[in-house]
């Protein structure tokens, strides 16, 4: 397992805490370079609605493989402005058109109706003739969860799976609400860690895969990008599944983002200076991890 702690600059810690409380009052505007027209006829993929976005017009995804960006929300709520200026800037680090599903939410539609959405978005990619190893998942929070719970599903089913997965602060063990090492530094408590999972599991076990990635089976998954924030309550068990994934044989890199709270990622889309360091860092690391792990596109 390739273990990376990136340092935050002064201060930016606390300025990308500040940002998460107030980026869903002000979203972010969609780049003047994205495209929004669908990468596949209907729009959908796999039965599943979402959005297609791409820097400029967008490419032959059959050739140029395809990015998912499965958003969180604590598998119950959406924001779909935020959603896809984050779902272009991905598309630009990763170089592929990126497709964000609009999974079915919770509690409306509990486990596993989630995680069926996403599995059919890459089956549905597949289906379109898209390269296996030319499609990139990326999540985030719950999101990344149902990334990693989709690809325990794939390599039960036997399908293939994508050329890499990137999980941004995943709740990888839904049995553990997690531990304030730094009291009030993070933007996820306990107790709203413990409600939106009961919420979700309505009734499932939390202690068994694949709703808790955890508890599956590791071994001959795709390539892990694992980015976690050093303040995070989910820090450890995001920790224990990244070296239990490596010990499967699994390949894993771990990015720890010191003082940074969970979601850390969404300084990408921040105007201020003080939050830049770490979304340029995440993005920079992003499109390395991408290009030295998944297909190339062609």
């Known amino acids: 397992m390739q ?3 990136i340092p935050a600059a002064p201060g930016e810690g606390a300025a990308v805490r500040d940002h998460l409380q107030a980026m869903f009052a002000d979203p972010p505007r969609l780049d003047p370079g994205a495209d929004t027209a669908p990468a596949l006829p209907g729009g959908g993929v796999g039965g599943t609605p979402g959005t297609w976005v791409s820097e400029g017009a967008a490419a032959d995804v059959r050739t140029a493989g395809a990015t998912v960006y499965v958003h969180g929300g604590g598998f119950a709520f959406s924001n779909p402005t935020f959603e896809l200026v984050m779902a272009h800037r991905i598309a630009r680090a990763t170089g592929r058109p990126c497709f964000a599903p609009d999974y079915r939410l919770a509690p409306a539609h509990p486990f596993p109706a989630a995680v069926d959405d996403v599995v059919a978005v890459h089956r549905g990619l597949l289906a379109h003739g898209v390269p296996a190893e030319r499609i990139v998942a990326v999540g985030e929070s719950a999101g990344a969860t149902l990334v990693l719970s989709a690809l325990l599903v794939l390599a039960a089913a036997g399908d293939p799976l994508p050329g890499a997965a990137v999980a941004v602060s995943p709740p990888t063990d839904l049995a553990d609400n ?3 090492t ?4 993070d933007s996820l408590a306990p107790a709203a860690m413990g409600a939106m999972a009961e919420q979700y599991l309505a009734g499932a076990r939390p202690d068994r895969a694949p709703q808790s990635p955890m508890y599956g089976d590791l071994a001959g998954l795709c390539p892990l990008l694992l980015a976690v924030g050093g303040d995070e309550i989910l820090f450890e068990q995001i920790r224990r ?3 239990a994934a490596a010990a499967a ?3 894993v890199d771990l990015d720890v983002y010191d003082d940074m709270p969970h979601a850390f990622h969404a300084a990408v889309l921040a105007p201020d200076t003080a939050m830049r360091p770490t979304g340029t860092v995440f993005l920079e690391r992003l499109t390395r991890w991408t290009a030295r792990t998944a297909a190339p596109t062609g």
Not at 182 to 185: I, V
């Open 3 to 5: 273990h990376t702690r």
């Open 178 to 180: 997690g531990t304030e």
């Open 182 to 185: 730094a009291p009030g530094r």
């Open 241 to 243: 599944f990244a070296a």
């Open 249 to 251: 044989g699994t390949p």
